[in-house]
């Protein structure tokens, strides 16, 4: 069955970067792509971007831009998402997801940005 | 970037209820790609509706999805009780791929 297994928590201070991995397995890898989407403490669902898992190619969210980059290894059948210059509003559940309108999801990993 | 709104924002209905959500996007939405989720708390959202209205995989067909262009709903034609949950729409037509900001389903 199609899987999507995330990395922990982290608690990060501001102006850090954090690197959250997900890992995939019951499909081919290289199929799908993967989407990064994040949630706020009580909010909604905010997309992030996605990389295209067969060739690298990526698609970020204007307001991340500078900020995020999205990686795979395609050898370990892991996603990457690494936010730099973390602030207090990056603090969210972020979410790695198959396809781009996202048909299985990771659990979640909850990134606390505090001083 | 393309503007979803959602309505209601809460919508309180009973088990065995019809319950009609709306997502109204600011632009044609490109290739009718819009898809509904579910969401509980605590968990990851969960996919109902993709290309406006094809179920996705285990999605009973008391679920629905309607629309094109700027106009879209999700029906739920009786509602059980694991119905009530969080529902947002996105788009995936163009980048970003934007999502609506929630309509809560409560008893």
């Known amino acids: 069955q199609v899987q999507l297994v995330q990395s922990g928590a982290e608690v990060k201070k501001p102006g850090a970067s954090v690197k959250v991995s997900c890992k995939a397995s019951?499909?081919?890898?290289?199929?799908?792509?993967i989407s990064w989407v994040r949630q706020a403490p009580g909010q909604g669902l905010e997309w992030m971007g996605w990389?295209?898992?067969?060739?690298?190619?990526?698609n970020y969210a204007q307001k991340l831009q500078g900020r995020v980059t999205m990686t795979t290894d395609t050898s370990t059948s892991t996603a990457y998402m690494e936010l730099r210059s973390l602030r207090s509003d990056d603090t969210a559940v972020y979410y790695c997801?198959?396809?781009?309108?996202?048909?299985?999801w990771g659990q979640g990993t909850l990134v606390t940005v505090s001083s | 970037e393309i503007v979803l709104t959602q309505s209601p924002g809460t919508l309180s209905l009973s088990p065995g209820e019809r319950a009609t959500l709306s997502c109204r996007a600011s632009?044609?939405?490109?290739?009718?790609?819009l898809a509904w989720y579910q969401q509980k708390p605590g968990q990851a959202p969960r996919l109902l509706i993709y290309?406006?209205?094809s179920r996705a995989t285990g999605i009973p067909d008391r679920l629905s999805g309607s629309g094109s262009g700027t106009d879209f709903t999700l029906t739920i034609s009786r509602l059980e009780p694991e119905d009530f949950a969080v529902y947002y729409c996105q788009q995936y037509g163009s980048s970003p791929y934007t999502f609506g900001q929630g309509t809560k389903l409560e008893i």
């Open positions: 997801a198959r396809q781009l309108a996202p048909d299985y």
């Open positions: 990389i295209n898992a067969y060739n690298g190619n990526t």
């Open positions: 019951g499909y081919t890898f290289t199929s799908h792509s």
């Open positions: 632009q044609s939405v490109g290739s009718n790609f």
């Open positions: 290309g406006a209205s």
